[in-house]
C-alpha cells in the first residue's frame, strides 16, 4: 500500500507563490512518473506537471514559466513551486504517482484572491 500526502496548499493573493509537497510512504517501489493535477468542483482532473525518472518534464501551457515540478528522489518527494499565482490557479491539486499502479494523494486546496 502506497499513500501520498500532499501539504502546502492555502490562501494566497494574486502574484504570490506558493509551494506544494507530496511525500511518498509505504510500500514504496520505484516510481516512473510523478505529478500534480488540479481540479475544480465540477470540472475534469487536469495535468499541472509531470516529472519522469530520468528528470524529463512537462507542463500544462497555463503555468509554463511560472510553476516548477521537481522530486527528492531520497526523501520520495515531490514538489511543485509556484509562482505568479493568479485567480485561474484556484483548485484542489492532486498529487500522483506511477509505478505498477497509479496511486492519487486526498488533494490540498489552493485559493488565490485577487
Known amino acids: 500500500q502506497v499513500h501520498l500526502v500532499e501539504s502546502g496548499g492555502g490562501l494566497v493573493q494574486a502574484g504570490g507563490s506558493l509551494r506544494l509537497s507530496c511525500a511518498a510512504s509505504?510500500?514504496?517501489?520505484?516510481?516512473?512518473?510523478r505529478a500534480w493535477y488540479r481540479q475544480a468542483p465540477g470540472k475534469q482532473r487536469e495535468l499541472v506537471a509531470r516529472?519522469?525518472?530520468?528528470?524529463?518534464?512537462i507542463y500544462a501551457d497555463s503555468v509554463k514559466g511560472r510553476f516548477t515540478i521537481s522530486r527528492d528522489n531520497a526523501k520520495n518527494t515531490v514538489y511543485l513551486q509556484m509562482n505568479s499565482l493568479n485567480r485561474e490557479d484556484t483548485d484542489g491539486y492532486y498529487c500522483?504517482?506511477?509505478?505498477?499502479?497509479?496511486?492519487w494523494g486526498q488533494g490540498t486546496q489552493v485559493t488565490v484572491s485577487s
Open positions: 509505504g510500500s514504496i517501489v520505484s516510481f516512473n512518473t
Open positions: 500522483n504517482a506511477v509505478g505498477n499502479s497509479v496511486y
Open positions: 516529472i519522469a525518472t530520468d528528470g524529463s518534464t
